[in-house]
């Protein structure tokens, strides 16, 4: 009996160090492949900004959607700074999902709304609407009132209710950058057959910001924010730029996504019935374009069009990532069938196996390491010189990885320009291995538990407040503001 177990403690000791040699070896192929894009992206981007003709294209006319749940003391400014976008033709539908707080009396107020009848086909069934809104001030303003059906639901009304083939979904609380719709549409009308667009979202907390306006960049002063600083700018600098080459992007950020409505119209919207959106979304229009043999291009660009407050409290980024967690296991549940399935290409035989060991299966593989080898190096099986060394390579290559995202960030991006800032977001990729990240991984392990235990729900996810930080800022803009040239007041 001791033999069985003594060889169960060896065999999945090499497992984990095979594991851990396969899926850094893939993140550095991701890295790679995002590196060329990243600085072809910034290139373009300059050139783009001295190209006036850039602006004057015909770029098609956009819906952005943004459904709002209890965002009283925010929506007004929300609202205000989207209608303040660079872009050409564009309509805002904003979803009031049964706040139980003044949001639409704010936008009736705020915008002179008035009813009107409710014209336009309902494609995607929704919850209830009560009532639809126009703008004596914009007319490319509607607001939609409707019965309480959740954020996807919420998207789902402002799609039926949407005029344009191209909808951009937006949170309310989040600021998109000025020229966020005309570098997310760029992709749509160079390359051929692009469904979806994603983008890089930057961490906004503790950033110099007016009206709705990033002027300056800044790293967080909380010790959670800052390490959310390190990792958006891995996540997708390489992770999900990388899959661009691969052709398996597969997910699109519910904080911004660019979407082809058609294509999600006709794979029936978004799901109510999951906390995971984004990700299901992006995966049902992987599954139905393949599953029907069409040509399709879902991609991500690394230019940051848009900045969310992340959390600042210990048990609300829990939540936040043990929901994250269980809508992956839902989502990947769900469309299971793609899973090593040629007619699937890279997506079934490589992304999907992929995001189910490396992201799905990644905490219980790392828990059970925690209590695989201390127990082989306490029976003798495995060597405390080798455990040494697989530790240190473990943290080296996980600093390698985050320290090249955060060099190819800034040479390439420039996003933050005090050399303050920069030496802090290496400290903190220092800091993200030893104790944050063992919390990371039991936080997606309550997100099994929560699943199996049939949780749909999405905790509630407290803020600081946009609205608050700017006012709690505002001697600061006395003086900074000063020192900012009008080209820094204009960068995202």
């Given at each position: 009996m001791n033999d069985i177990f003594n060889n169960i403690i060896y065999y999945f000791s090499t497992f984990i160090v095979c594991y851990f040699i396969g899926l850094n070896s893939i993140y550095f192929i991701l890295l790679i492949f995002s590196t060329p894009q990243v600085f072809k992206r910034a290139r373009q981007a300059e050139l783009e900004e001295e190209d006036l003709f850039f602006y004057s294209k015909p770029f098609p006319p956009v819906t952005i959607i943004a459904p709002a749940f209890n965002e009283a003391p925010i929506i007004e400014a929300s609202v205000t700074q989207m209608m303040e976008l660079k872009y050409p033709n564009f309509e805002i539908v904003v979803v009031n999902d049964g706040s139980k707080d003044e949001t639409l009396e704010v936008l009736i107020n705020a915008f002179d709304l008035y009813l009107v009848p409710a014209a336009f086909q309902v494609k995607i069934p929704t919850s209830g609407i009560k009532g639809v809104y126009r703008s004596h001030k914009h007319e490319n303003l509607?607001?939609?009132?409707?019965?309480?059906?959740?954020?996807?639901?919420?998207?789902?009304?402002?799609?039926?209710?949407?005029?344009?083939?191209?909808?951009?979904?937006?949170?309310?609380?989040?600021?998109?950058?000025?020229?966020?719709?005309?570098?997310?549409?760029?992709?749509?009308?160079?390359?051929?057959?692009?469904?979806?667009?994603?983008?890089?979202?930057?961490?906004?907390?503790?950033?110099?910001?007016?009206?709705?306006?990033?002027?300056?960049?800044?790293?967080?002063?909380?010790?959670?924010?800052?390490?959310?600083?390190?990792?958006y700018i891995r996540a997708y600098l390489f992770g999900r730029v990388g899959w661009n080459?691969?052709?398996?992007?597969?997910?699109i950020s519910g904080a911004f996504g660019l979407f082809n409505k058609q294509k999600v119209i006709d794979c029936g919207g978004y799901l109510s019935d999951t906390v995971g959106e984004d990700l299901e979304l992006t995966l049902k229009?992987?599954?139905?374009?393949?599953?029907?043999?069409?040509?399709?291009?879902?991609?991500?660009?690394?230019?940051?069009?848009?900045?969310?407050?992340?959390?600042?409290?210990r048990k609300v980024l829990a939540r936040q990532r043990e929901r994250w967690h269980r809508g992956l296991i839902d989502s990947l549940i769900r469309h299971r069938e793609m899973c090593f399935n040629p007619k699937y290409g890279i997506i079934g035989l490589f992304t999907y196996p992929f995001f189910i060991l490396g992201e799905l299966l990644a905490p219980v593989i790392e828990v059970a390491g925690w209590i695989c080898f201390p127990v082989g190096l306490h029976l003798g099986i495995?060597?405390?010189?080798?455990?040494?060394?697989?530790?240190?390579?473990?943290?080296?290559?996980?600093?390698?990885?985050?320290?090249?995202?955060?060099?190819?960030?800034?040479v390439a991006m420039g996003r933050y320009h005090s050399d303050k800032d920069f030496l802090k977001m290496f400290l903190f990729t220092v800091l993200e291995n030893f104790g944050y990240r063992q919390m990371t991984v039991l936080w997606r392990m309550n997100g099994f538990i929560?699943?199996?235990?049939?949780?749909?729900?999405?905790?509630?996810?407290?803020?600081?407040?946009?609205?608050d930080n700017q006012d709690k800022d505002d001697e600061l803009f006395e003086g900074e503001e000063k020192e900012l040239s009008e080209d820094t007041k204009e960068a995202s």
């Open positions: 509607m607001v939609l009132d409707k019965e309480n059906g959740g954020k996807a639901d919420s998207l789902n009304a402002g799609i039926n209710a949407s005029q344009f083939a191209y909808f951009l979904a937006l949170d309310a609380d989040t600021l998109i950058a000025e020229d966020a719709l005309y570098r997310s549409m760029a992709p749509m009308i160079t390359e051929k057959d692009v469904v979806a667009v994603g983008g890089t979202v930057g961490v906004i907390n503790n950033c110099l910001f007016r009206h709705g306006r990033v002027l300056k960049v800044r790293f967080p002063k909380n010790f959670y924010a800052g390490i959310q600083v390190v990792e080459w691969l052709g398996g992007n597969m997910v229009l992987h599954h139905i374009q393949m599953k029907e043999g069409r040509r399709y291009k879902i991609v991500s660009i690394p230019d940051t069009v848009c900045w969310t407050e992340v959390p600042e409290d495995v060597d405390l010189n080798f455990f040494a060394l697989f530790i240190m390579a473990s943290v080296g290559l996980s600093l390698l990885l985050t320290f090249a995202s955060i060099l190819l960030a800034q929560k699943y199996a235990l049939g949780s749909k729900s999405w905790g509630e996810m407290k803020r600081i407040g946009l609205k």
